[in-house]
T-cell receptor, first 114, second 114 residues
């Protein structure tokens, strides 16, 4: 079972470059999320989506953009990368609001901006 | 607002020692509570959960009881193993303006020595 798949696993960017982190899930989950995890810190929500065509900002959306054209895919785009965006990024998904609330995480994408 | 506070780490224990990681929360309504575990180099994965007051979640020898009167969800294990070394996150799942969101604690790193 694939679950939540993120690519790439590692990436080094120069300041000002742009890139897209890919996320896809094969569980037909409505909810999808992007989090960042800074060293020694918890998770901060960047953006989330409650279904195809619907996205909304989380706690730390500045410098990022998302789209949700299909149920499966939820890419995160970094425009004009900055050193402050050096972090580990996690994509996650959860099933419809059925009371369980479990989040399924990808393995993470480690991004370094130099 | 909603928040989760968990004890700071790192926590270092000898194998077979008793583990407690404290977690308290602030929330309106009736949140569900979770413990997630993150092993080195991996994404978070669900360890256990409780969806209502007095529920006890358990998995892999870990337990936590949803205490509404003390707004707590402390994680315990009677005898830790080296393989339990990981970062543990307490989280609550609750509705804000009709949308369900997670609130994560900052994580507690556990190191178990042989």
């Amino acid at each position: 079972n694939a679950g939540v798949t993120q690519t790439p696993k590692f990436r080094i960017l120069k300041i000002g470059q742009s890139m897209t982190l890919q996320c896809t899930q094969d569980m037909n989950h409505n909810y999808m999320y992007w989090y960042r995890q800074d060293p020694g810190m918890g998770l901060k929500l960047i953006y989330y989506s409650v279904g195809a065509g619907i996205t909304d900002k989380g706690e730390v959306p500045n410098g990022y953009n998302v789209s949700r054209s299909t149920t499966e895919d939820f890419p995160l785009r970094l425009e004009l990368a900055a050193p402050s965006q050096t972090s580990v990024y996690f994509c996650a998904s959860s099933p419809p609001r059925d009371g369980t609330g479990e989040l399924f995480f990808g393995e993470g994408s480690r991004l370094t901006v130099l | 607002g909603n928040s989760v506070t968990q004890m700071e780490g790192p926590v270092t224990l000898s194998e077979e020692a008793f583990l407690t990681i404290n977690c308290t929360y602030t929330a309106t309504g009736y949140p569900s509570l979770f413990w997630y575990v993150q092993y080195p180099g991996e994404g978070l994965q669900l360890l256990l959960k409780a969806t209502k007051a007095d529920d006890k979640g358990s998995n892999k020898g870990f337990e936590a009881t949803y205490r509404k009167e003390t707004t707590s969800f402390h994680l315990e294990k009677g005898s830790v193993q080296v393989s339990d070394s990981a970062v543990y996150f307490c989280a609550l799942w609750t509705s804000t303006s009709g949308t369900y969101k997670y609130i994560f604690g900052t994580g507690t790193r556990l190191k178990v020595l042989a």
